[in-house]
C-alpha cells in the first residue's frame, strides 16, 4: 500500500490491525469535540474500521495512520474522503491525539498528503469543511495554505442542533505558486 514519508513521520494506510489506534483517538473527548463521528467501544469502531475499507475499495479516497519514525508512536491519522474524480476534488480529513497537538505535525505531514491528492489522485481541489465553532481546526487549515471560502448557515444537525460549517479550500495552482 500507499506509503508516504516526511522527515519525523511514516504515513501507512489504515488497515484493520489500527483499530485499537482509530478507537483510541475517535473515542477521545477532546479529539471528537468537533468531529461528527464517535465510537465508545472497539465493537463500534469497526464500523469506522469498514469506512477506510469501503473507501479504498471504491475509490473514493484514502487514510493513512500518522506514526513518528522514531519510536512507531501512534499520533493521529488524516486522509481523503469523497473523491469526485468527475470533478477532481476530495474531502480532506484528519486528526491528532491531543498528546501531539501544537507540535507543528499537520503542517508537517499535510504536503505529503497533499502531494499525493495532486500527483497521484490527480485531485486539483482539496476540501475541508470545519464546525463553525472549532477555532483551532480553521487556524491549522489556514497554515498549511487553505482559502477560506465562506460558511454554510445550519447545514448540519450535531447533539440535536444546526451548526454552521465553513469551507476551505487548497487548489493546486495555490501548491505550485
Known amino acids: ?16 490491525t489500527d483499530i485499537a489506534n482509530i478507537h483510541r483517538g475517535l473515542s477521545h473527548p477532546e479529539v471528537i469535540k468537533y468531529y461528527g463521528v464517535r465510537f465508545l467501544t472497539l465493537e463500534a469502531t469497526k464500523e469506522q474500521m469498514q469506512w477506510y475499507a469501503d473507501l479504498l475499495e471504491n475509490n473514493t479516497g484514502i487514510w493513512w495512520g500518522i506514526y513518528t ?3 512507531r ?19 480532506i480529513g ?3 491525539l491531543p498528546d501531539y497537538w501544537g507540535q507543528g505535525i499537520m503542517k508537517e505531514v499535510m504536503p505529503a498528503i497533499f ?11 482539496i476540501e475541508g469543511f470545519v ?3 472549532n477555532e483551532k481546526c480553521k487556524k491549522a487549515l489556514q497554515k498549511i495554505n487553505f482559502q477560506y471560502e465562506g460558511t ?3 447545514s448540519e444537525v450535531e447533539n440535536g442542533r444546526f451548526i454552521d460549517v465553513d ?9 505550485e505558486s
Not at 1 to 16: G, N, P
Not at 116 to 125: E, P
Open 167 to 175: 469551507i476551505f479550500a487548497r487548489l493546486r495552482k495555490d501548491a
Open 69 to 71: 519514525k522514531d519510536t
Open 131 to 133: 464546525d463553525h465553532e
Open 115 to 125: 502531494s499525493y491528492g495532486f500527483d497521484v489522485m490527480g485531485l486539483n481541489r
Open 73 to 91: 508512536e501512534f499520533v493521529g491519522a488524516g486522509g481523503f474522503n469523497d473523491a469526485d474524480s468527475t470533478h477532481k476534488k476530495a474531502e
Open 1 to 16: 500500500m500507499e506509503l508516504l514519508e516526511t522527515k519525523r513521520f511514516q504515513l501507512r494506510v489504515i488497515e484493520d
Open 152 to 154: 454554510m448557515r445550519e
Open 94 to 96: 484528519f486528526w491528532l
